[in-house]
């Protein structure tokens, strides 16, 4: 490797080592939780089975809505789970705010348009897919920074551009499906290791 490139690779690095260990704290509560699924509803602009247009209901609780699961000692979202719901739409940056969210999927249905950096403070995820859908854009490489990830899909999208530097511990992760996209040039190793 060329030595500006390799040192280009390991300032990519560290930066985002040290943006990964600035993770803003923000006061969330089960009502910012509410706000933000609001936001998501909001950003669906085709619900054709009216899924969430009726069952996403301010007369009952978050954690009574479909697709969501709460935490029992908290009282917070814990999973947003939309798969193949046959959603158009795009992903609201207020999703970010969901802070105790462990599992998100929003597998096999239409969302497109890029991933909000506001994603990257959700970090207690350990399972995500965007796998199936139409998003575009550069994957981001702030997931692989998750201390708890173990499983996550971006599979059959349009993302673009190259594949994520490699994180600074993987040792959680266990499966990541990045086929069917858009993605290219250099791909480390370790990541090489994990494609399927
Ligand atoms: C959530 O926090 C806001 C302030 O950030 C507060 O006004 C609201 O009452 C809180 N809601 C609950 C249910 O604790
Ligand atoms: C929303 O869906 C959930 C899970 O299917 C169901 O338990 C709940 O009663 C539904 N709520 C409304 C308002 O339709
Ligand atoms: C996607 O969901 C549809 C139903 O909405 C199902 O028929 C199809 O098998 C699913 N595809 C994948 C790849 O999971
Ligand atoms: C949630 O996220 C949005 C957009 O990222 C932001 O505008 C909003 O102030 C955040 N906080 C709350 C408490 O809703
Ligand atoms: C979402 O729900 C589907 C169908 O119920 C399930 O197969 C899948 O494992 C769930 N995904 C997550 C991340 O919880
Ligand atoms: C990714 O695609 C977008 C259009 O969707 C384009 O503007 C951008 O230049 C592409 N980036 C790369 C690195 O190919």
């Given at each position: 490797?060329?030595?500006?490139?390799?040192?280009?690779?390991?300032?990519?690095?560290?930066?985002?080592?040290?943006?990964a260990?600035?993770?803003?704290?923000?006061?969330?509560?089960?009502?910012?939780?509410?706000?933000?699924?609001?936001?998501?509803?909001?950003h669906i602009?085709?619900?054709?089975?009216?899924?969430?247009?009726?069952?996403?209901?301010?007369?009952?609780?978050?954690?009574?809505?479909?697709?969501?699961?709460?935490?029992?000692?908290?009282?917070?979202?814990?999973?947003?789970?939309?798969?193949?719901?046959?959603?158009?739409?795009?992903?609201?940056?207020?999703?970010?705010?969901?802070?105790?969210?462990?599992?998100?999927?929003?597998?096999?249905?239409?969302?497109?348009?890029?991933?909000?950096?506001?994603?990257?403070?959700?970090?207690?995820?350990?399972?995500?897919?965007?796998?199936?859908n139409?998003?575009?854009?550069?994957?981001?490489?702030?997931?692989?920074?998750?201390?708890?990830?173990?499983?996550?899909?971006?599979?059959?999208?349009?993302?673009?551009?190259?594949?994520?530097?490699?994180?600074?511990?993987?040792?959680?992760?266990?499966?990541?499906?990045?086929?069917?996209?858009?993605?290219?040039?250099?791909?480390?190793?370790?990541?090489?290791?994990?494609?399927?």
């Amino acid at each position: 490797m060329e030595n500006s490139a390799f040192f280009r690779f390991f300032a990519l690095l560290l930066l985002h080592c040290f943006m990964a260990s600035l993770a803003v704290a923000v006061r969330t509560n089960i009502t910012t939780d509410q706000s933000a699924l609001l936001a998501l509803k909001a950003h669906i602009t085709d619900d054709p089975h009216k899924i969430l247009a009726t069952n996403w209901s301010t007369s009952t609780s978050v954690c009574n809505w479909i697709g969501i699961t709460c935490g029992a000692k908290h009282l917070r979202v814990t999973a947003l789970n939309l798969s193949a719901m046959g959603l158009t739409g795009t992903i609201a940056p207020h999703v970010g705010n969901l802070s105790s969210l462990s599992h998100l999927s929003f597998e096999n249905n239409s969302f497109h348009g890029s991933l909000p950096n506001e994603l990257a403070s959700l970090r207690r995820l350990q399972v995500v897919s965007f796998g199936w859908n139409s998003f575009s854009g550069v994957l981001p490489s702030w997931f692989w920074f998750f201390p708890k990830l173990r499983e996550f899909y971006a599979n059959s999208n349009r993302f673009n551009g190259t594949i994520p530097v490699t994180p600074c511990t993987i040792s959680s992760l266990q499966i990541i499906h990045l086929r069917q996209n858009m993605l290219s040039g250099f791909m480390p190793f370790i990541i090489y290791h994990f494609l399927s």
